[in-house]
């Protein structure tokens, strides 16, 4: 099968959620020979290595349009056809009906429903300041007119899946739930540190905000825990990150590469997350480390429910003080890192259940084998699928 993907961003097993996350699915599909894939991205940064290093041939431009006349001049044709974002989809539209006369081979990854996090947080008061709701809704007209243009279409979170059948009920729709692939690191002993950090790239505001809360809820952690030390990692810390750093108990410590070192020596992850659409990554991978972490509502969307839908394991659903902790204000959370960095058995119980429940869920070869069976059954016979979510 020969598969040609177009991503915004090459490729890596660094950088955001959604990057990692097809480097990760992409990992899985290469190790299956029969699967070509091509890969087409607007921008490369340091994504090169990585796909030669998988035997994938990549091409990058900003103007991805021209890239396809080069591509569909070498390989002529495609088996499956996978464009991750609606508006990388919405921009080779109009190629792609050049030189595809089977739109049933598409697949949209939509990643996340831009609508559903940018109406969130639009309704979520601190982040409405100098946003242009006429913008948002325009851009939102946009996403489901380019939706609406295919059939196929794969999700991160059941969450927005129901948001995107608000708007699309089309019974001719097939979907598949491919969520945030979790590498299997193994058991390790969490070091007895007063050390909480928060991750995130900050190119784009809920992750922003999230880390300002981080410094705002380490406030009271450091009133009680004078010796704790919140580190906030991510390579592009915009103006109002970087002032958080006071160079004694809260540090900004801009990008970190080696990052399986830096987690272990860190005890506790921190994620208020308010707004936004998709799974966590900071969420997933800190729980998949075993790291006890303590979120929001919000941060824990997409994990809380994929254990609804499998049907080969009883379900574990996911417990607040359990598996993590929930929390819905400042003190709530706050008070669960004080409880997490100076009770060692709730720290290690909570490193356990959290770990094997991503284990039991989100595991690389799981999520990649669901995504493998969705384009097995689109490649097979395209036109007589039963409908019907395939998890």
């Given amino acids: 099968m020969r598969i040609l993907w177009l991503v915004k961003d090459v490729p890596a097993d660094i950088g955001s959620a959604g990057r990692m996350r097809d480097y990760r699915l992409m990992k899985f599909m290469r190790k299956h020979?029969?699967?070509?894939?091509?890969?087409?991205?607007?921008?490369?940064?340091?994504?090169?290595?990585?796909?030669?290093?998988?035997?994938?041939?990549?091409?990058?431009?900003?103007?991805?349009?021209?890239?396809?006349?080069?591509?569909?001049?070498?390989?002529?044709?495609?088996?499956?056809?996978?464009?991750?974002?609606?508006?990388?989809?919405?921009?080779?539209?109009?190629?792609?009906?050049?030189?595809?006369?089977?739109?049933?081979?598409?697949?949209?990854?939509?990643?996340?429903?831009?609508?559903?996090?940018?109406?969130?947080?639009?309704?979520?008061?601190?982040?409405?300041?100098?946003?242009?709701?006429?913008?948002?809704?325009?851009?939102?007209?946009?996403?489901?007119?380019?939706?609406?243009?295919?059939?196929?279409?794969?999700?991160?979170?059941?969450?927005?899946?129901?948001?995107?059948?608000?708007?699309?009920?089309?019974?001719?729709?097939?979907?598949?739930?491919?969520?945030?692939?979790?590498?299997?690191?193994?058991?390790?002993?969490?070091?007895?540190?007063?050390?909480?950090?928060?991750?995130?790239?900050?190119?784009?505001?809920?992750?922003?905000?999230?880390?300002?809360?981080?410094?705002?809820?380490?406030?009271?952690?450091?009133?009680?825990?004078?010796?704790?030390?919140l580190y906030i990692v991510g390579k592009h810390p915009p103006k109002e990150v970087q002032q958080l750093h006071n160079d004694k108990y809260i540090l900004v410590t801009g990008p970190q590469y080696k990052l399986d070192h830096f987690l272990r020596n860190m005890t506790v992850n921190i994620s208020p997350v308010y707004y936004g659409a998709g799974i966590n990554g900071?969420?997933?991978?800190?729980?998949?480390?075993?790291?006890?972490?303590?979120?929001t509502p919000i941060g824990v969307e997409g994990i809380d429910t994929l254990s609804s839908f499998r049907s080969d394991s009883p379900r574990i659903p996911l417990e607040d003080g359990k598996h993590c902790f929930v929390c819905e204000d400042d003190d709530e959370m706050a008070d669960s890192v004080i409880d997490l960095l100076t009770k060692k058995e709730l720290r290690d119980s909570m490193s356990e259940a959290g770990r094997d429940l991503i284990m039991r869920y989100l595991r690389y070869d799981q999520v990649g084998s669901i995504l493998m069976f969705f384009l097995q059954m689109i490649y097979d016979n395209p036109l007589k699928q039963n409908e019907g979510r395939l998890i």
């Fill in 282 to 295: 900071k969420v997933v991978e800190a729980m998949g480390c075993g790291i006890p972490t303590v979120t």
């Fill in 33 to 229: 020979t029969k699967y070509e894939i091509i890969c087409v991205a607007t921008s490369a940064d340091y994504g090169q290595n990585s796909m030669k290093a998988l035997g994938i041939e990549s091409y990058y431009k900003q103007n991805v349009n021209s890239v396809l006349d080069e591509v569909y001049d070498k390989y002529k044709e495609f088996d499956i056809i996978i464009v991750s974002r609606w508006y990388l989809a919405e921009h080779i539209y109009g190629k792609l009906l050049e030189k595809e006369k089977d739109f049933s081979k598409i697949i949209i990854d939509t990643v996340d429903i831009e609508w559903f996090r940018n109406d969130r947080q639009i309704e979520f008061s601190p982040a409405k300041n100098g946003f242009n709701n006429s913008i948002l809704h325009e851009r939102k007209k946009r996403e489901i007119d380019a939706y609406r243009k295919f059939k196929n279409f794969i999700f991160v979170t059941v969450e927005d899946e129901r948001e995107f059948r608000k708007q699309i009920s089309s019974s001719n729709i097939k979907t598949s739930i491919v969520s945030m692939p979790v590498h299997d690191t193994g058991k390790r002993e969490l070091p007895d540190t007063q050390n909480v950090y928060f991750i995130g790239n900050f190119l784009h505001h809920p992750n922003i905000y999230a880390a300002i809360r981080s410094a705002e809820i380490f406030q009271k952690v450091h009133v009680k825990l004078p010796d704790a030390k």
